[in-house]
């Protein structure tokens, strides 16, 4: 079992900044790899961004290249998600979420462990 617990959600405006975290708990955190998706209202639970066990990888959308950026301390068992440039269209519920695996899942159904999601709100 993983617990997930986010933080750092707010209101910001446009081309500001945010940086959202991810405390995990309760299991070998190193062992897993972790992603971020948001949910709109309205819409579909989407993929943000994901990083490698080791924290020597990522991945992120195509939405947000360049602008967020992921990174995580296995020390502290916690992994961040820095966003830069916001944009309206940014405005989502955030969730973190863990998978055991050694690859970098883009697709929800592959993470088994979810935070209860903080709200990032971008006024334009």
């Known amino acids: 079992q993983v617990q997930l617990v986010e933080a750092g959600g707010g209101l910001v405006q446009a081309g500001g900044s945010l940086r959202l975290s991810c405390a995990a708990s309760g299991a070998t955190f190193s062992s897993y790899a972790m992603g971020w998706f948001r949910q709109a209202p309205g819409k579909e639970r989407e993929f943000v961004a994901a990083?490698?066990?080791?924290?020597?990888?990522?991945r992120s959308a195509d939405s947000v290249k360049g602008r967020f950026t992921c990174s995580r301390d296995n020390a502290k068992n916690s992994v961040e998600l820095q966003m830069g440039s916001l944009k309206a269209e940014d405005t989502a519920v955030y969730y973190c979420a863990a998978a055991y695996t050694t690859s970098l899942p883009m697709k929800d159904i592959e993470y088994s462990y979810w935070g209860q999601g903080t709200q990032v709100t971008v006024s334009s």
């Open positions: 990083i490698h066990w080791s924290g020597l990888s990522t």
